[in-house]
């Protein structure tokens, strides 16, 4: 899974826009976490992309994992609580992305 997030912003952000689609139903979220698809995502926003798109996508994904207590919990533990907060301070005049 981790391919799916370590390439370049214009072959990820679609991608990525795809799992969070996908992630709107709770069997495809749960088949997405468990084939590996939250730690990538949260590595992928900890990072240095600044592709407003990308990052766009990804907090969309991250919304959708967050719809269940169980990966709250998760997404927490892997410092999505703090990434969301640098990435609102970063792109606070930014609305696309926050």
Known sequence: MDILFTTHP???TP???AFAKLATN???????????GLEPNM???NGDNIDPDFLA???DL??????????????AALGGIEALI???LKFIDHSYVV
């Open 62 to 75: 991250l919304n959708q994992f967050a719809k269940n207590e169980l990966f709250k919990d998760k997404i």
């Open 86 to 88: 640098v990435l609102m």
């Open 10 to 12: 214009e072959k990820i």
């Open 15 to 17: 991608r990525t826009r």
């Open 26 to 36: 709770d069997e495809n979220r749960n088949e997405i976490a468990e084939a590996g």
């Open 43 to 45: 590595r992928a926003l």
């Open 57 to 59: 996508a990804a907090i």
